[in-house]
C-alpha cells in the first residue's frame, strides 16, 4: 500500500483566510484581500490539500510467467517404420488409444513395442482411435533393405554377367 503525506496548497495568490480578512496576511500591502476589494476578495481564496507519495511509482507487469512447452502429439505418422521403444505419439488423457504391439506409459505416451510399421484404426462402434504397429513385411526388414540397396547400386550390365555364370 502506498503511503502518502499531506501538505496544504493556497488556491490563490493570498494566503489570508476569508475569516480573518487581510489583517492576518502579514503582508498588507500586497494582499489582494486589502486592496479595495477587502473581505469580499478574500471570500474568493481557497485552500486546497495534496497529497504526496511517499515512494516512488513502479510499473505492473501481467502475463509474465510462462511454463516450458509439453511437446505433445504425434512422433511417428501411420505407415512410418518404427523400431521397438520408439515413441508414437505423446499426448495428455487417451485421445488415442493403444493397440496391438504397441504400449501405453503412465503419462499416455503410445510406444512401439516391436519393430515394424505404425497403423491408426477407428472403432467404428465405440468410435475409439487405435494405434497399432504391424510387424514387418521381408522388405521392411534390414535384410531386404540391405539387398534392395546393393540391386540399385550395382549395374545393370554386372547383374547380367552374375546370371549367365553357373553358381558353385
Given at each position: 500500500?502506498?503511503?502518502?503525506?499531506?501538505?496544504?496548497?493556497l488556491?490563490?495568490?493570498?494566503?489570508?483566510?476569508?475569516?480573518?480578512?487581510?489583517?492576518?496576511?502579514?503582508?498588507?500591502?500586497?494582499?489582494s484581500?486589502?486592496?479595495?476589494?477587502?473581505?469580499?476578495a478574500?471570500?474568493?481564496?481557497?485552500?486546497?490539500?495534496?497529497?504526496?507519495?511517499?515512494?516512488?511509482?513502479?510499473?505492473?507487469?501481467?502475463?509474465?510467467?510462462?511454463?516450458?512447452?509439453?511437446?505433445?502429439?504425434?512422433?511417428?505418422?501411420?505407415?512410418?517404420?518404427?523400431?521397438?521403444?520408439?515413441?508414437?505419439?505423446?499426448?495428455?488423457?487417451?485421445?488415442?488409444?493403444?493397440?496391438?504391439?504397441?504400449?501405453?506409459?503412465?503419462?499416455?505416451?503410445?510406444?512401439?513395442?516391436?519393430?515394424?510399421?505404425?497403423?491408426?484404426?477407428?472403432?467404428?462402434?465405440?468410435?475409439?482411435?487405435?494405434?497399432?504397429?504391424?510387424?514387418?513385411?521381408?522388405?521392411?526388414?534390414?535384410?531386404?533393405?540391405?539387398?534392395?540397396?546393393?540391386?540399385?547400386?550395382?549395374?545393370?550390365?554386372?547383374?547380367?554377367?552374375?546370371?549367365?555364370?553357373?553358381?558353385?
Open positions: 500500500m502506498q503511503r502518502l503525506t499531506a501538505g496544504w496548497r488556491a490563490g495568490r493570498c494566503q489570508a483566510l476569508t475569516s480573518l480578512g487581510a489583517e492576518a496576511c502579514g503582508a498588507a500591502s500586497e494582499c484581500a486589502s486592496s479595495g476589494g477587502g473581505v469580499a478574500a471570500a474568493g481564496v481557497q485552500w486546497q490539500q495534496l497529497r504526496f507519495a511517499s515512494k516512488k511509482q513502479g510499473g505492473s507487469t501481467q502475463n509474465t510467467k510462462d511454463s516450458q512447452p509439453k511437446y505433445l502429439g504425434v512422433k511417428l505418422f501411420g505407415g512410418q517404420k518404427c523400431i521397438a521403444g520408439n515413441i508414437i505419439m505423446r499426448q495428455r488423457g487417451t485421445e488415442f488409444h493403444p493397440g496391438t504391439n504397441v504400449g501405453m506409459g503412465r503419462d499416455h505416451t503410445i510406444y512401439s513395442l516391436i519393430e515394424g510399421r505404425v497403423r491408426f484404426s477407428r472403432d467404428t462402434r465405440t468410435k475409439r482411435r487405435y494405434i497399432s504397429v504391424d510387424p514387418p513385411l521381408d522388405s521392411d526388414t534390414a535384410a531386404g533393405e540391405q539387398q534392395q540397396q546393393q540391386q540399385r547400386l550395382v549395374p545393370a550390365a554386372t547383374l547380367q554377367l552374375q546370371q549367365q555364370q553357373p553358381a558353385l
